[in-house]
């Protein structure tokens, strides 16, 4: 928790002076979800994220500096610095996606779930048992993807856990205001599967309702829907002034810290000394800080990167060896159709 929130800081720095381009949406307050979740996963299992998706990332185990080098566009990033803030993804890790849209990576969970359970079933591959997350916000809960998924899951009862992060705001509109029946656990049941609501920021409380709801997927039992209540602690995107949020629900919430909140727990309760933590604070700052470091002094990727797996013609779309755009060889259209 305290890897992303640092994380998250020192994107918002790095974004300001310029080393990160486009949109760029931060978890600052929302990381007892992501902590309670994704730590209780095997490495096979999967996880799907939106555009908020570094601290998934960095909880499923891809490195600080890959992350960051992704968000400054470097060759060194987790996707070569292609995929930028909102697509974060590493096969190694089984992080599927970053997927930019709202809802667009609820059907990708799905279709990884329905692996898993292919592979089990018909492939006869006895141990596996993985189970896949999917990620998304409240706003995803009024689309279609949402509904069609719930639907196919619960009906092959597929090895997911539907996790809802309802930080109660789209950019601007407030989840009340944008949805007839604002509780979206009850949608579970309707299409035959448990629905779970959760503190999500209390990582102890989400952890409980994780461990069971993953565990019921890894047992073959099929799908849950669980909403973590949170909130944002930033505007919508580093673009955002957030300017519509009422400064007293701000304030309620931010008083609800989930990391303050943990480490209020570990000293009452013995688990940890106040120098402990902090110790654990330095050593997170200084994993950030070289991050930053090995971000900034990677190279870019070069011009023959641009146009890689973007076509699959065997004609050769892309960029040659020479670093020339191939459509720029006269030769290139040699036997094709004119249009």
Known sequence: MILGRSFEDMCAQMYYRGKMFGFVHLYNGQEAVSTGFIKLLKREDS????????????SKGVPARAVMSELFGKTTGCCRGQGGSMHMFSKEHNLIGGFAFIG??????????????????????????????????????????????????????????????????AIGMSHVRATSDPEIWKKGPAFGMPGVHVDGMDVLKVREVAKEAIGRAR??????????????FRGHSLADPDELRDPAEKARYAARDPITALKKYMIENSLASEAELKAIEKKIDEVVEEAVEF?????????????????ADPKGFGIGPD?????EDPKFTEGTARV
């Open 47 to 58: 996880v799907v994220s939106t555009y908020r998706d570094h601290v998934h990332a960095l």
């Open 104 to 169: 667009e990576g609820i059907p990708v969970a799905t279709g990884a779930a329905f692996s898993s359970k292919y592979r089990r079933e018909v492939l006869k591959e006895a141990d596996c048992d993985h189970v896949t997350l999917a990620f998304f916000g409240d706003g995803t809960c009024n689309n279609g993807q949402f509904f069609e998924c719930l639907n196919m899951a619960a009906l092959w009862k597929l090895p997911i856990v539907f996790v809802v992060e309802n930080n109660l705001w």
């Open 219 to 232: 047992r073959g039992e099929g799908p849950t829907l669980v909403e973590c209540e949170t909130y944002r």
């Open 295 to 311: 971000a900034d002094e990677s190279p870019h990727p070069s011009r023959s990167q641009l146009l890689e797996n973007v076509f």
């Open 323 to 327: 670093g020339r755009y191939r459509c």
